[in-house]
T-cell receptor, first 113, second 110 residues
Framework: EAGVVQSPRYKIIEKKQPVAFWCNPI?????LYWYLQNLGQGPELLIR????????DSQLPKDRFSAERLKGVDSTLKIQPAELGDSAVYLC???????????FGPGTRLTVL | GESVGLHLPTLSVQEGDNSIINCAYS??????FIWYKQESGKGPQFIID?????DKRQGQRVTVLLNKTVKHLSLQIAATQPGDSAVYFC?????????FGKGTRLHILP
């Protein structure tokens, strides 16, 4: 069974440019999460979806970050414009329901120059 | 605010010895705790979990201990192997949200 798929794996952009990350969760998982992970730190939740509804986006910096999960399956996280401080690993995870085990993808490592 | 932390950023253990990784949490209302393993270039991987109504849970080569009195969580790995080399995170669930600690990097010495 395929795990959580993320692309791209690496992205290097200049500051003020836009960037988008894509995630395909495990088939059948209705809950999808986007996390930010800075170097040496644990993941921090950005947004959680239950099917196509964003049920917790309290930690998402909405001035520059946006996310969508239009059909309740795959999801896109966008940053526009990117800042130097956005350099980090962006992790996607999915689960069957909020209280079940989360399965993480490999992440997208973003470098903003 | 709520936070979960680990006592040591790195831990070096001789191959074959037992490893103990510690974690302190601050939210006494948290009802569920998880240990994750993260290898280089990969996302965190679930190892073992424990609910707040338990104080010990065992898996294959791993044991999690929970001390609610002092809000302390530990992960014990028996007979540490080279494949155990990774960063280990504890996490707690409070207010319907999983909060991760900072991580301990486990080095295996030959």
């Amino acid at each position: 069974e395929a795990g959580v798929v993320q692309s791209p794996r690496y992205k290097i952009i200049e500051k003020k440019q836009p960037v988008a990350f894509w995630c395909n969760p495990i088939s059948g998982h209705n809950t999808l999460y986007w996390y930010l992970q800075n170097l040496g730190q644990g993941p921090e939740l950005l947004i959680r979806y239950e099917n196509e509804e964003a049920v917790d986006d309290s930690q998402l910096p909405k001035d520059r970050f946006s996310a969508e999960r239009l059909k309740g399956v795959d999801s896109t996280l966008k940053i526009q414009p990117a800042e130097l401080g956005d350099s980090a690993v962006y992790l996607c995870a999915s689960s069957w329901g909020q209280n079940n085990e989360q399965f993480f993808g490999p992440g997208t490592r973003l470098t903003v120059l | 605010g709520e936070s979960v932390g680990l006592h040591l950023p790195t831990l070096s253990v001789q191959e074959g010895d037992n490893s103990i990784i510690n974690c302190a949490y601050s939210n006494s209302a948290s009802d569920y705790f998880i240990w994750y393993k993260q290898e280089s270039g990969k996302g965190p991987q679930f190892i073992i979990d424990i609910r707040s109504n338990m104080d010990k849970r065992q898996g294959q080569r791993v044991t999690v201990l929970l001390n609610k009195t002092v809000k302390h969580l530990s992960l014990q790995i028996a007979a540490t192997q080279p494949g155990d080399s990774a960063v280990y995170f504890c996490a707690e669930r409070g207010d319907d949200k999983i909060i991760f600690g900072k991580g301990t990097r486990l080095h295996i010495l030959p």
